[in-house]
């Protein structure tokens, strides 16, 4: 039984809260422009092909302005820079050509992990030589009072964010307000102003702003049309007639088929099915669509069931009630599933918000239909407050509907809500096995180190590990304490070597072991041990049980993280377990174990580790037909899939099973908010 632990108060030292650059090599150096001989600071990443460059004027200039470049293959989505480092609370500049071939750019801001709005006060100008020739595109701009701003980091200084994404342009590429989808790259770089500067600042902006726009010539200007997928060489015998082509090439694992139902939707996040097996889908910025499938699993019709741009990601239907919610409020409504229609609109839990992880996980216990699961995530990478369960983040608790108040109950009020498990980092997936036990799936923290004799040493690439927690049942919930802000999981012992404590996967590990307080020893007293490990980085957004007979797997989406070089993650898998004779579900290994109990059911065709250019990124899943369909959403891409399992179920012999081609790509479809 786990029982609140009264804490001592957390230091930054502890934590660790600087955000650290991945790669310590990573900065701008001299370059010059071929195309106009003017030289700038550049980061150029070679693996991807694209470079930020940098001018400044002389230090006796105070005008607080610059010029910028961005460089990149002309098949890129868009590029940008975060001019304080991190996303949150700094100056963005984003840019991207159109199908024309024609510039576009934009400055934006966001105080949270969220979708940035444009920025009033700083002055962004595009500049000549901007748009893209055959084979690359660039944005040059001058920007102005861009170099101080209030909040963030203050203003420009050694450390320069990044992003891109590889494919996928914005909503409307015409629109320089346009929504703009998530980065498949991300970063920061080290960057000297000083190197910056030059004396010849005002000659080199004059050059620039008489320059035409580059052009491509004028047999390669012609936009190039879609190709049609090829047929599947698997023998897939369900093909959607009047689905679109996937974004991105897949290949599914051993067993299995798969097919594009949905694609061109508004960021479809969380998914479900009703009663009468209507596919239920949340589309961030627009809110709940239904979609009447036919016995393949095919979409036939679709109709918006509640529009409402607030909501975000969590969604559950249970019969005639159906909850969803924004960053900050639960709701219910009445639900008629023959009619696909929501009404009476019902407050459940409000207070959830925070300028962190802002997507809401919601679950209707099947055991009590009364109970209602509700997670939210830390308000940051570390949220030293959430060591506490009154923070109200990085946990989850249950509400009894049946109770609460007409205009519902605060996220944090102990009268209503109470606490599940707590110090959870960030657990979007939420599920339920056959006992009416709750299973949640952690994102780990990023930029992880380790202090050795005084030494700091960056474990970031392969620690921690991300990780499955029973959280027991609804109906009496324990308060497990999942260890985060101080203890974290161990995925590969051999960063924790040379002088370290050795250590086996699944260990507990806190960043500075030498605090008298906070240490490896105290977590294992006092944190709860996860059930299964999954690779770092993999960010799992989702989890649901097999529901065929015989089928004791539990599947999880990958999401995919920015925070490995090279990345990992962008896939579904599928988790041996076993049940008891109660119906509860535990894995079929001993926890350092799980490391090799998992199984690839869904991947880009690529490999994770290319996703740097683009990839689908999975998010909701849900099982139809009995268990035989599986359905996946893809934000970035903005589809969802359907997975139809072989005979047998899946089984699980090693991390990399055979494959078998079953999409080509062809379009690009669909888009997410910002995230950097």
């Not at 961030?284 to 975000?312: A, F, M, P, Q």
């Amino acid at each position: 039984m786990f029982t609140t632990i009264s804490w001592p108060l957390l230091g930054a030292t502890v934590l660790g809260f600087a955000v650290t650059v991945s790669n310590a090599q990573d900065a701008a150096s001299g370059w010059c422009d071929s195309i106009t001989d003017i030289c700038f600071q550049r980061f150029y990443d070679e693996e991807l092909d694209m470079g930020w460059g940098y001018l400044f004027p002389p230090a006796s200039d105070t005008s607080g302005e610059f010029v910028g470049l961005f460089t990149a293959p002309v098949s890129a989505g868009w590029v940008g820079n975060s001019l304080g480092g991190g996303m949150r609370s700094n100056p963005l500049v984003i840019g991207w050509v159109d199908n024309n071939h024609t510039a576009l750019v934009t400055i934006r801001r966001t105080e949270r992990m969220d979708s940035p709005g444009r920025l009033e006060g700083p002055q962004i100008t595009l500049l000549g030589t901007s748009g893209a020739n055959g084979t690359h595109q660039r944005i040059v701009y001058r920007c102005q009072n861009c170099t101080v701003w209030t909040g963030g980091s203050g203003g420009i200084t050694t450390q320069l964010g990044y992003a891109a994404h590889g494919s996928t342009k914005p909503t409307d590429v015409t629109n320089a307000d346009s929504t703009v989808p998530q980065h498949s790259v991300a970063g920061q770089h080290a960057f000297d102003v000083s190197a910056a500067r030059s004396d010849s600042y005002g000659m080199s902006l004059e050059q620039l702003v008489a320059a035409p726009a580059l052009r491509p010539p004028l047999e390669d200007a012609a936009t190039p049309t879609a190709t049609s997928a090829a047929a599947s060489s698997s023998g897939n015998p369900v093909e959607c007639a009047n689905a679109p082509n996937p974004s991105f090439a897949m290949n599914t694992g051993k067993g299995w088929v798969a097919t594009a139902v949905l694609g061109s939707l508004t960021t479809p996040r969380g998914i479900t099915l009703d009663s009468q097996g209507n596919l239920l889908v949340i589309e961030r910025g627009k809110g709940l669509t239904g979609h009447r499938l036919d016995s393949d699993g095919c979409v036939l019709s679709s109709r918006v069931i509640i529009e409402d741009e607030n909501l975000n990601h969590g969604l559950d239907v249970n019969g005639n009630r159906l909850v969803a919610s924004s960053s900050d409020i639960a709701w219910s409504w009445d639900y008629d599933p023959n009619a696909m229609t929501a009404s009476n609109r019902r407050t459940l839990v409000t207070g959830m918000d925070n300028p962190g992880h802002n997507t809401r996980t919601l679950h209707i216990s099947r055991q009590n239909a009364n109970y209602l699961i509700v997670s939210v995530g830390s308000n940051g990478n570390i949220d030293q407050d959430s060591i506490r369960t009154d923070s109200g983040t990085a946990q989850i608790r249950v509400f009894d509907m049946s109770s609460l108040p007409a205009d519902g109950a605060a996220f944090t009020d102990e009268t209503y809500g109470r606490v599940m498990g707590y110090g959870l980092r960030n657990d979007v997936g939420i599920t339920e096995d056959r006992a009416g036990i709750i299973h949640s799936i952690e994102n780990s923290m990023d930029n992880a180190y380790r202090i050795v004799n005084g030494e700091r040493r960056d474990i970031h690439t392969d620690n921690p590990a991300e990780k499955m927690y029973n959280l027991g049942s609804p109906a009496s919930p324990r308060s497990l304490f999942g260890g985060y802000p101080v203890c974290y999981t161990v995925w590969e012992p051999r960063d924790f070597s040379n002088g370290d404590t050795k250590k086996q996967a699944g260990d507990w590990f806190v960043q500075d072991p030498s605090n008298s307080t906070y240490n490896d020893a105290w977590c294992d007293t006092y944190a709860g041990k996860p059930t299964v490990l999954l690779p770092p980085h993999t960010a799992p957004l989702d989890l649901k049980f097999g529901e065929r007979s015989g089928d004791d797997n539990v599947y999880a989406s990958l999401h995919g993280s920015w925070n490995r070089n090279p990345p990992q993650g962008y896939k579904v898998i599928a988790l041996q377990g076993q049940y008891s004779s109660s119906g509860e579900w535990s894995p079929s290994s001993s926890l350092a174990d799980t490391k090799k109990g998992w199984t690839d059911i869904l991947v880009n065709s690529n490999g994770e580790n290319s996703c740097r250019s683009g990839c689908f990124r999975p998010v909701g899943l849900a099982f139809g037909n009995g268990g035989n369909h599986l359905y996946v959403s893809s934000d970035t891409s903005g589809e969802v899939f359907l997975l139809r399992p072989g005979n047998g179920g899946v089984k699980s012999s090693s991390n990399r099973p055979a494959f078998s081609t079953i999409l080509v790509v062809t379009i690009i479809v669909g888009l997410v908010g910002l995230v950097w």
